[in-house]
């Protein structure tokens, strides 16, 4: 009737071996990034991990070859900026457009760094939902002004206090896109 060799076995199970670790990688995290973990991926090794960096992310910039931005200081979630440096940036570990920017500015008398990241094509509500089961960020603040909704929460990362400033247009039928800023002491 139905015999099975110890060969048959044995390739039976390669089979399904094989099979199964196909549908573990297709289903794990790493594999099957959507937009929203590679932009909050990106955010938190940019401008989260270690805090608000200008001179480690133009390094990182020129190490990468990122495309210079020729001065955008709107990115910045400040207004007295002393010092701007923004990228286009590539990589498969991006979001197709990806913007980096950091800053060297004043805020309330106080120096700070700002490291801003804008995303485009990226779903605001879900990367709002995953930053906040991400990290232990405490909302202390939102505000809609015209075109656009702004969201201020204050954490702990990197070991540092950071402020992170969360910018998104209102208007739900334009293409979605954020952008996510930390704010540190310098």
């Not at 060969?7 to 399904?16: E, I, N, P, Q």
């Not at 498969?92 to 920017?101: H, W």
């Not at 990226?122 to 656009?148: L, P, S």
């Not at 998104?168 to 704010?183: F, K, L, N, Q, Y």
């Amino acid at each position: 009737m139905l015999a099975l060799s110890a060969r048959g076995v044995t390739d039976m199970s390669k089979a399904l071996f094989v099979f199964a670790f196909a549908g573990v990688c297709l289903i794990s995290a790493p594999v099957y990034a959507d937009t929203v973990d590679l932009g909050l991926e990106a955010f938190h090794q940019t401008c989260l991990a270690h805090g608000p960096d200008f001179e480690r992310t133009a390094a990182v910039a020129k190490t990468r070859g990122w495309t210079p931005l020729s001065g955008d200081a709107a990115l910045a979630p400040v207004d007295d900026v002393e010092a701007f440096q923004g990228w286009a940036v590539t990589g498969n570990d991006l979001p197709a457009g990806t913007i980096i920017a950091v800053t060297k500015a004043t805020l309330n008398g106080k120096a700070v760094q700002t490291c801003s990241i804008r995303l485009f094509d990226v779903d605001r509500a879900t990367f709002e939902q995953r930053f906040f089961a991400r990290t232990d960020a405490e909302k202390i603040g939102e505000d809609r002004a015209g075109t656009h909704r702004s969201k201020l929460y204050i954490l702990i990362a990197g070991n540092r206090k950071q402020l992170v400033h969360l910018t998104s247009p209102v208007d739900m039928g334009r293409s979605d896109s954020i952008i996510a800023s930390s704010i540190a002491d310098d």
